[in-house]
């Protein structure tokens, strides 16, 4: 058991860091090559940061295990909204851009409830709930049109990509390169031992696969958005803040169920709405906490925080 929780860390810890030895070296090889900072920081970094939650998944459709991919996806969501925003919010309140507000949180809203659709065949049809390979492909054309608006709107500069804000590191070409595949191997390496390592201690804790996925497995995911976040709010960019983890949750269920479901047909937990109703409740909170004030303060930092515990402890409870 305890080497298990071992190389389960370990998974975590080589995630993070394939992670970011891909970021770092496809940014500067993109550089490089004269591609410009604006598309850099619209596809290496931001997909880039989405590697650990994509790799987990796909390692968890081709293992079968649909409830690590489910769940990693929708506890991830949940933790960024309410726990790592609640987090920032305690830093420092600052307030948040109108477009923000009245695009991409409303972006989010709705991923949300096209996941509620998706995952309810059973309700809709009367057939065994899953996501399909059609309906993965519908959200990568969804997904598509987010990534769309997004070039579109940091060509206008409502979103702020800049040199000093990717932090693109100057590597030669061959240090680029083997930091892109040190990257890849580590990110293979660290999913491989998540899932397997997570099957076997839900198993010997006599717990559900779900369970440890949307709880430990979404944390452990979340942390890149938890560090850029907390950053975020030291400089006193909220807004940026937001923007980062209301992306994340955008990119987690069109770009990263789209392409698991894309790969494998993703069996759905039938006790999976409580969850994604929590999700969109939290999404919800966000923009009515946000759109009069526009802005995001202590008091409602620490009511998110409270909001995740209740959510942990009720999944605890639920088994």
């Not at 920032?88 to 923000?100: D, E, F, G, N, R």
């Not at 059609?134 to 959200?139: D, L």
């Not at 191997?185 to 491989?192: H, M, S, Y």
């Not at 949750?249 to 994604?276: H, M, Q």
């Amino acid at each position: 058991m305890l080497s298990n929780v071992f190389l389960f860390l370990i998974g975590f810890i080589l995630l993070i860091k394939g992670a970011d030895f891909l970021v770092d070296g496809s940014s500067s090889l993109a550089k490089r090559l004269g591609i410009s900072t604006l598309i850099v920081g619209l596809t290496v970094v931001a997909f880039g940061t989405s590697m650990p939650e994509l790799i987990v998944n796909v390692f968890s459709s081709v293992k079968g295990v649909n409830e690590i991919a489910v769940g990693n996806i929708v506890g991830s969501n949940i933790a960024n909204i309410l726990l790592i925003l609640g987090i920032t919010a305690l830093i420092y309140p600052v307030k948040i851009h109108q477009s923000t507000i009245w695009k991409e949180i409303p972006l989010g809203i709705f991923a949300a409830l096209v996941l509620l659709v998706v995952a309810n065949d059973k309700i809709i049809d009367n057939f065994p709930s899953s996501l399909s390979r059609t309906e993965g492909i519908v959200m990568l054309f969804f997904f598509a049109i987010f990534l769309y608006y997004v070039y579109e709107a940091a060509k206008k500069k409502r979103i702020r990509i800049e040199k000093e804000t990717l932090g693109i590191k100057k590597m030669k070409i061959s240090s680029a390169i083997a930091s892109i595949v040190f990257g890849i191997v580590f990110l293979c390496l660290g999913g491989n031992f998540v899932v397997e390592n997570a099957i076997i201690i839900a198993s010997k804790l006599k717990i559900s696969n779900f369970l440890i996925s949307a709880f430990i497995i979404a944390l452990g995911t979340s942390l890149p958005e938890l560090v850029t976040s907390i950053k975020a709010g030291m400089k006193k960019d909220l807004d940026m803040a937001v923007g980062n983890v209301v992306g994340s949750n955008i990119f987690n269920i069109f770009w990263i169920l789209g392409v698991t479901a894309s790969i494998s047909a993703i069996k759905v937990p039938e006790f999976i709405n409580f969850d994604i109703f929590f999700l969109i409740i939290s999404s919800l909170l966000l923009f009515l906490f946000v759109f009069r004030k526009q802005q995001l303060g202590k008091q409602k930092g620490i009511i998110f925080i409270t909001l995740y515990l209740i959510y942990i402890a009720l999944i605890i409870r639920r088994g």
